[in-house]
């Protein structure tokens, strides 16, 4: 099955600097590849995701780029701010049914103010 | 609208013992998903559901673990001889259709704890 490997696992950035998380995926089949962040106690929430036809997207200060031949992608914060700072997962969708969501170990991302 | 709600937030049980957890979907919301997530680790599947039927179990650990969607909404995720190791966040995700990048919507979890 699909493993997805997620680093770093933590990651403190000062207020208004850029912060990157990259994640690796086994499965050359996944197709879909969300990022959700997840605050303290608090349900994952959807905050950009890509698709398999697409190389990068951006929304804001977030961006997602993905490198379909290396079987990598990275989530790219810029400006970040303290509330900013919370769990971030990826994710990739396959599986044999091409429905499961496999999710990394998650990033403690912490900004500094 | 409502989001997607489990009940309960909590719950407590005593090793060996049955427990059900029960997800509500959004509205209109055909498939269906529940993870497990223990302390420190990223969401990990468990079921899928399309509709009334499980169209991927394989992430169910063992057969102590069942789920059921009957009418195509309610999700009730039972487990059987709960174990110290089931003690987990179980999430229940719901999306308009399983296609496509439609974003699945989490829960907010309910935390199992087995004594």
């Known amino acids: 099955g699909e493993n997805v490997e997620q680093h770093p696992s933590t990651l403190s950035v000062q207020e208004g600097d850029s912060a990157v998380i990259k994640c690796t995926y086994s499965d050359s089949a996944s197709n879909y590849f969300p990022w959700y962040k997840q605050e303290l106690g608090k349900r994952p929430q959807l905050i950009i995701d890509?698709?398999?036809?697409?190389g990068e997207k951006k929304d804001q200060r977030i961006a997602v780029t993905l490198n379909k031949t290396a079987k990598h992608f990275s989530l790219h914060i810029t400006e970040t701010q303290p509330e900013d700072s919370a769990v971030y997962f990826c994710?990739?969708?396959?599986?044999?049914?091409?429905?499961?969501?496999?999710f990394g170990t998650g990033t403690s991302l912490t900004v500094i103010p | 609208g409502a989001g997607v709600s489990q009940t309960p937030s909590n719950k407590v049980t005593e090793k060996g013992k049955y427990v059900e957890l029960r997800c509500d979907p959004i509205s209109g919301h055909t498939a269906l998903y529940w993870y497990r997530q223990s302390l420190g680790q990223g969401p990990e599947f468990l079921i899928y559901f399309q509709g009334t039927g499980a169209a991927d179990d394989s992430g169910l650990p063992n057969d102590r673990f069942f789920a059921v969607r009957p009418e195509g909404s309610v999700s009730t995720l039972k487990i059987q001889r709960t174990e110290r190791g089931d003690s987990a966040v179980y999430l229940c995700a719901s999306s308009l259709t399983p296609v496509s990048t439609n974003e699945q919507f989490f829960g907010p979890g309910t935390r199992l704890t087995v004594l």
């Open positions: 994710a990739a969708r396959g599986g044999i049914t091409g429905n499961q969501f496999y």
């Open positions: 890509i698709r398999s036809n697409v």
